[in-house]
């Protein structure tokens, strides 16, 4: 069974920096596409950035130069790093991935971007 779990969030002012983490059982991370998505009041979910099998990585235009997808093979973990972050980065930040034709999403890690 494929299981997300995302740790890291927290309340932050303007300009500091967060890492989140996601720590997957189930599969194995260095081989699947796994992703984080976020999710503001009010708003649709956002992509954010999606790291692949090998260097393939994408990020979401608005988050480019701030934000940094990577991973730990030997933890099975995810991180997103997110620098200089902004009132409007506050957000529920999710974990996701796609295996066997399923999607699967963490429980989510709230970030709030507030002086």
């Known amino acids: 069974q494929v299981q997300l779990v995302e740790s890291g969030g927290g309340l932050v002012q303007p300009g500091e920096s967060l890492r989140l983490s996601c720590a997957a059982s189930g599969i194995v991370v260095s081989i699947n596409h796994m992703g984080w998505v976020r999710q503001a009041p009010g708003k649709e979910r956002e992509f954010l950035a999606r790291?692949?099998?090998?260097?393939?990585?994408n990020y979401e235009d608005s988050v480019r130069g701030r934000f940094t997808i990577s991973r730990d093979n030997a933890k099975n973990t995810v991180y997103l790093q997110m620098n200089n972050l902004k009132p409007e980065d506050t957000a529920v930040y999710y974990c996701?991935?796609?295996?066997?034709?399923?999607?699967?999403w963490g429980q989510g890690t709230q970030v709030t971007v507030s002086s």
């Open positions: 996701k991935t796609a295996y066997r034709g399923r999607e699967y």
């Open positions: 790291i692949g099998p090998g260097a393939n990585i």
